[in-house]
């Protein structure tokens, strides 16, 4: 790690957004992480994609369990609300959370361990709620903290660094999300910002559950020549499905694109994801076709990466199913929390 | 765009700014540091070689360093530079067992310089060690040129100039003081093997308007005032002065008149202040002795009462700018200021004046009258006679003409050895990785935000009693230690690696001032527009590696570049290292002297 502070000068023509700030406001204190971990610049694509949305990170609430990806919410986003929970607790942390104030935005982020071992049901579970957050798993294979034991995301012809075998069978976090039907499923890779950035503000604003599978290689125990989350290995398997623009509300769409290449979908908040077909065959909105397309890209030895699955018509949360009041917990007053005598007489009269 | 050749000694050269803007290319970050160390004779011995006379030049250089320093470009102001080159010679102590002591074994060869100021001083260090005869006529009697009668004792006090003045007489100079050489055709009758003139622009520029003639004896050229005052010949002047011009000349004629005992002193410029000559620092601290500096007043008359100088009559002007950037001044109207006044001084210029040079003994000048001399190797159309300083190209300053000194210096020494002068020796350099562990360096790269360190003044009261109170006091070693901890370090240089990089991005994250790309490469005005902020500043080179594994190249914007290691700290291969540059230009004595080891 390194031993001072990130210097506070910034370029001087270093780009404001709307709010006033540089993507340097959106930082937070220097990463402990190994030197080339991919983690590192999964933070820097966060930062970058709340810079460009303009969120005020006050607005935000960061969710972590436990591992190196946990670490990471310490190291962007200095001004939101953090919470850096137990071992694969995270979801349960941010549904509380989320229930009680609904209008931040809340970023979790996750490793494969704390996500496909410890914390496999809490994940599951996250999703049958289509909790409004965004769920991004930052996926290297290999415990890092506990020096590089196979993860359950490893795939099994992957060895150790020291040419172990893997004896298990993969956790493929993607197709189960869209099994569990996840409104927003995304897989991208820590060394690619141009796909990674605007799938990261998409799920943001995608109302619902939006997960993104980072592979994120760990240079210490899983960049060898016989890992398939190494660097050069990613790079050289990596099939992108597609890219994606983020249209601001209000915002028209002048470019013109040839017939049955792009897609537009609207956002509930009034935003628009242009999707660009890189795959002519791939629909990601047919959720009967994508799981069978992703298994036999994968069996083709691909790693596709870009947005997997997105459901149009179900953009509905967990307020929304259990319909509870509109407003955060913290904004009611008593006249709103307390029914009265009336409605209390009322009840115990129902239990009578 | 091509790979960039970083074994180029010129292109980590262009990175260390402030070395590069230095005419005498001196290693400031490595002395910076040496006096962040307290190694105060080391920092000085670092300086001596390169720009000979530390304790001038930190008192009095223009500093070209400053302006290019790149802390100003991610902060308000520069490293003080020059104040802390002062700060190495003030606390140094005693370094004489460090200097090359005469008398050196002769090579037989003579050289004559003309004019006793840096150029000659410096001509002389470079060849003295080296066995040469250097024989120094001075019409004054005392060496040290303009630095002596021109820079008033408050500002370079007479014992910092007599130690460093003497520090290279003592080598073993031949001084033939207050003798004026009045003609080179006899001089080089003399047989010399070679001949520097090193005469500076000593002639101040007269201004001939109604009234100058009879009000001649209240009007004094500045050079010549400040020169008398120097020598002790003026020691008085008249209770309401006013000063005309706006360089550093006009502002040392009036804090001397000041000093002299006048109760009212006036500047006049004829531009508006912004366009003034006078460095920015010498305008702060003319306006803290509480002198008035008028701007967009041109002189039109010396008002005459009884005979005698009572005022001088200005006119209101305003400038305008034309499309090519040439200034007009043009009248605004306005009724004329007449400003009440006992004496004059004159300050608006000097020029070179050569009235002891024949102009038939194959010497030739240009229509301005300046000497016509080569660029490279400062050799006039005279063939073993070479010029530099303000003799040269005119008015100068003290650093440029150190660094003719030196050029001079080999040009001379190639001559008398029958070597062609197109011959010269290349700089030095080396790097040096910093790495000192996993994340330490041998250098603090950790980046000290802190403000540019005021330099203490002595208080008004005593100052403006004496011309030998020095005015400014100086940095002590704590406010060194601040100051000196502001500097970059720019000579730590980012090393890229093209093999070893495995395009992790860990660099383009960390990278505090967005300066590392991983891009497509293109030519250079596309591939600037192309990067994370684009790189506007053409005077600063973009670093690019040749194609990675990808097809990208690397490509990195030296402009803003704080050198503070974090990209070789979170590099997992060390495709990035801090590497330490040194450039030594070359000098005469290159060979024989050894270069400074820090």
């Known amino acids: ?352 | 765009m091509q790979p960039t050749d970083v074994t180029d000694p010129e292109y980590f050269h262009k990175v260390v700014d402030c070395q590069w803007a230095c005419p005498a290319h001196t290693p400031v970050p490595e002395y910076i540091r040496l006096i962040a160390q307290r190694r105060y004779a080391d920092a000085f011995m670092l300086n001596w070689e390169s720009n000979v006379f530390p304790g001038i030049l930190g008192r009095t250089c223009d500093r070209p360093c400053e302006p290019a320093c790149r802390r100003s470009r991610v902060e308000e102001k520069p490293v003080a530079i020059c104040r802390l080159k002062r700060v190495a010679a003030d606390y140094k102590g005693d370094v004489s067992a460090r200097l090359p002591k005469g008398p050196f074994p002769r090579n037989g060869k003579r050289v004559a310089l003309i004019g006793s100021g840096p150029a000659s001083l410096t001509v002389a260090r470079d060849l003295l060690p080296l066995g040469y005869t250097c024989v120094m006529f001075e019409k004054d009697p005392k060496a040290g040129g303009l630095m002596r009668t021109n820079i008033p004792s408050f500002r370079l006090p007479t014992d910092v100039l007599d130690e460093e003045v003497n520090r290279v007489l003592d080598m073993g100079v031949e001084t033939r003081f207050g003798e004026a050489v009045t003609s080179l055709r006899a001089l080089l009758g003399q047989g010399f093997d070679a001949v520097f003139i090193g005469t500076g622009a000593p002639r101040g520029k007269d201004l001939n308007l109604p009234g100058r003639e009879e009000a001649a004896a209240n009007i004094h050229i500045g050079t010549d005032f400040l020169k008398s005052v120097a020598f002790g010949h003026i020691d008085r002047i008249g209770r309401r002065v006013v000063v005309i011009g706006g360089g550093n000349t006009a502002m040392d004629c009036c804090r001397t008149a000041l000093r002299l005992g006048a109760e009212s002193v006036t500047v006049t410029v004829r531009s508006p202040r912004a366009d003034m000559k006078a460095s920015p620092w010498e305008i702060e601290d003319t306006e803290r002795e509480g002198i008035p500096i008028l701007d967009n007043h041109a002189p039109k008359r010396f008002v005459l009462e009884n005979g005698r100088l009572v005022a001088v009559e200005f006119e209101k002007m305003r400038a305008e700018y034309e499309p090519n950037g040439r200034r007009r001044l043009i009248p605004t109207g306005e009724p004329p200021v007449v400003i009440p006044c006992d004496d004059v001084l004159m300050a608006i210029g000097q020029e070179n004046a050569f009235p002891w040079i024949e102009r038939d003994i194959g010497l030739e000048f240009d229509d301005k009258g300046l000497p016509i001399v080569d660029a490279r190797t400062y050799q006039s159309t005279l063939p073993g006679v070479f010029f530099g300083g303000d003799a040269a190209w005119g008015p100068e300053n003290i650093i440029w003409a150190v660094a003719h000194g030196h050029q001079a210096a080999i040009s001379i020494d190639l001559w008398c050895r029958g070597e062609p002068l197109s011959n010269r020796p290349r700089p030095t350099t080396s790097l040096v990785s910093q790495k000192m562990g996993i994340h330490e360096w041998s250098y603090d790269n950790d980046v000290a935000l802190t403000r540019r360190v005021p330099v203490p003044h002595a208080d008004l009261d005593t100052a403006l009693k004496s011309l030998k109170v020095e005015a400014e006091l100086g940095y002590d070693d704590q406010l060194a230690l601040k100051e000196a901890a502001r500097c970059l370090n720019c000579d730590v240089q980012t090393v890229f690696t093209r093999d070893l990089c495995i395009e992790c991005d860990g660099c383009v994250d960390i990278c505090p001032v967005d300066a590392i790309n991983f891009t497509q490469n293109a030519e250079e005005t596309v591939l600037r527009e192309r990067l994370r902020v684009p790189a506007r500043n053409l005077e600063q080179d973009l670093y690019v590696s040749p194609p990675l594994k990808t097809g990208r190249v690397m490509v990195k914007d030296e402009d803003v570049c704080l050198h503070c290691g974090l990209c070789a700290e979170r590099c997992p291969t060390g495709a990035w290292d801090m590497q330490k540059f040194t450039y030594g230009a070359a000098h005469a004595t290159c060979s024989k002297v050894p270069a400074h080891v820090a």
Request: aromatic share 6%; glycine share 8%; with cysteine.
């Open chain 1, 1 to 352: 790690m390194t031993h001072i502070a990130k210097p506070k000068f910034h370029h001087p023509a270093l780009p404001v957004n709307a709010l006033g700030l540089t993507r340097r406001d959106y930082e937070g204190v220097v990463s402990t992480l190994c030197a080339g971990c991919g983690h590192d610049s999964v933070t820097a694509a966060i930062i970058e994609a709340c810079f460009e949305l303009d969120l005020p990170a006050h607005r935000v609430a960061k969710v972590s369990g436990i591992g190196c990806s946990s670490k990471t919410t310490n190291y962007f986003l200095n001004r939101a609300h953090g919470f850096n929970s137990v071992h694969g607790r995270m979801p349960s942390v941010a549904t509380g959370a989320n229930l009680a104030n609904r209008d931040l935005v809340y970023i979790g982020v996750s490793g494969d361990g704390d996500t496909a071992s410890i914390g496999l049901g809490q994940f599951c579970h996250a999703i049958r709620r289509r909790l409004n957050m965004v769920y991004i798993c930052e996926n290297n294979g290999t415990y890092g903290l506990t020096k590089g034991q196979f993860s359950a995301t490893n795939d099994k012809e992957s060895k150790s660094r020291k040419g172990v075998d893997n004896l298990y069978q993969p956790i493929d976090l993607c197709t189960m999300a869209i099994e569990l039907g996840a409104g927003f499923v995304a897989r991208s890779f820590s060394g690619d910002k141009r796909q990674l950035v605007p799938l990261i503000k998409a799920a943001i604003r995608y109302r619902g559950f939006a997960f993104i599978d980072v592979i994120s290689p760990c240079v210490t125990f899983n960049n060898h020549a016989a890992s398939t989350k190494s660097y050069d290995w990613v790079r050289e398997h990596n099939a992108a499905l597609d890219s994606l623009d983020i249209v601001p509300a209000r915002e028209t769409i002048e470019a013109d694109y040839a017939e049955g290449t792009s897609l537009d979908v609207d956002l509930h908040d009034g935003s628009r994801i242009r999707l660009h077909k890189l795959a002519a065959d791939y629909d990601p909105t047919d959720r009967a076709a994508v799981l069978p397309e992703l298994a036999r890209r994968k069996a083709r030895g691909e790693i596709p990466t870009g947005l997997l699955a997105i459901d149009l018509d179900q953009q509905e949360d967990l307020h929304d199913l259990i319909r509870s009041h509109p407003a955060p917990l913290n904004s009611l007053t008593q006249a709103e929390l307390c029914p009265g005598s009336e409605a209390l007489a009322k009840i115990n009269a129902a239990h009578r």
